[in-house]
């Protein structure tokens, strides 16, 4: 699978189509490890992506993030991914989750039991890419004597794209690590590696991130990206912060998102993306290694193939 330093970079999920292949090939040649492409209602599908990106590419590895375990039948998603890597080999990851509950039920297909599904579709996912034959009736994913007749010596790591400790708890028995959304701070990442449980887990970790010579120029770059971060849905992602308790008051007293963002002390930017001089980004990457991310992605803020560019900066191996 991946080794513990590796660093990506997410295919932005709007970049226009004609941009799409020289980011990916961009991101290679410039050294990164991994490109995530993105599934979001809405936009461009995930293995489609993974397919024209790896086909486009000769080395980097593709992270699909992530394929709503509600949308898709298990043996459908097990031939994709069998294919997928029967013809790029071990360049293939597999993210998988619950997907968006706003998104799922807008496409009719958010379950009574998120749980259940994901442990079911996830379990059955597993065996038929190893090969086995799957029957099981369970309460969502049901099947009859299934097995994949093209299978592939390499079998695509799957990795949750969840949070909350049930979610994490259930990756942690079933799946081979977690896709985790950003912000990634340390903290988050020990409460996660703690929710896992024991065993050895592969540790993606997205943040948004901006390089820049100047910290001021780059704080305000990734600033609109956390506007966001202010709702309640993301208090886990701050809870175990220094400034958690405080965090909330910010919050309570903004005007409104774009204040929100714009009031965030530069300390708090740094601690929730990767961001500053290509010096002090290496070194919240390395932070981020070092506190158990096998992989640290970046989410490009502003232009995305500027951006790119930029973020290299950051790599070990650059000036």
């Known amino acids: 699978m991946s080794s513990t330093d590796d660093i990506g970079v997410v295919l932005p999920r709007n970049l226009p189509a004609h941009q799409v292949l020289p980011f990916a090939r961009r991101a290679d040649e410039l050294g990164f490890d991994q490109l995530w492409v993105v599934e979001d209602l809405g936009y461009r599908g995930g293995i489609a992506q993974a397919a024209a990106v790896l086909a486009a590419t000769p080395r980097i590895r593709v992270g699909i993030g992530i394929l709503p375990a509600a949308a898709r039948s298990v043996v459908y998603t097990a031939m994709e991914l069998t294919t997928l890597a029967e013809l790029f080999g071990d360049r293939v990851i597999a993210g998988i989750g619950h997907g968006m509950p706003g998104w799922m039920r807008q496409a009719g297909v958010?379950?009574?039991?998120?749980?259940?599904?994901?442990?079911?579709?996830?379990?059955?996912?597993?065996?038929?890419?190893?090969?086995?034959?799957?029957?099981?009736?369970?309460?969502?994913?049901?099947?009859?004597?299934?097995?994949?007749?093209?299978?592939?010596?390499?079998?695509?790591?799957?990795?949750?794209?969840?949070?909350?400790?049930?979610s994490l708890a259930l990756a942690g028995r079933v799946l081979d690590g977690v896709v985790l959304a950003e912000p990634v701070t340390e903290?988050?990442?020990?409460?996660?590696?703690?929710?896992?449980?024991?065993?050895?887990?592969?540790?993606?970790?997205?943040?948004?991130?901006?390089?820049?010579?100047?910290?001021?120029?780059?704080?305000?770059?990734?600033?609109?990206?956390?506007?966001?971060?202010?709702?309640?849905?993301?208090?886990?992602?701050?809870?175990?912060?220094?400034?958690?308790?405080?965090?909330?008051?910010?919050?309570?007293?903004?005007?409104?998102?774009?204040?929100?963002?714009?009031?965030?002390?530069d300390e708090w930017v740094d601690a929730l993306a990767v961001v500053g001089t290509p010096a002090a980004a290496g070194a919240r990457i390395a932070a981020l290694h070092a506190a158990g991310a096998d992989s640290v992605v970046l989410i490009p803020a502003g232009e995305p193939l500027e951006a790119l560019e930029s973020l290299a900066r950051a790599l070990p191996h650059r000036p």
């Open 110 to 166: 958010w379950p009574a039991s998120p749980l259940t599904l994901l442990e079911e579709y996830s379990t059955a996912l597993g065996a038929l890419l190893r090969g086995e034959e799957v029957t099981v009736e369970g309460r969502y994913v049901r099947l009859r004597g299934v097995r994949l007749d093209m299978v592939c010596d390499v079998v695509p790591p799957l990795l949750g794209g969840v949070r909350g400790p049930k």
């Open 187 to 265: 903290g988050y990442l020990a409460s996660t590696l703690a929710n896992l449980g024991p065993g050895s887990h592969q540790l993606v970790a997205y943040n948004v991130a901006a390089v820049d010579d100047s910290p001021a120029v780059a704080r305000d770059r990734v600033r609109p990206s956390l506007e966001w971060i202010g709702e309640p849905d993301w208090a886990l992602h701050i809870a175990s912060s220094p400034f958690a308790a405080e965090f909330a008051a910010h919050r309570a007293a903004a005007a409104d998102q774009a204040d929100f963002a714009a009031r965030l002390p």
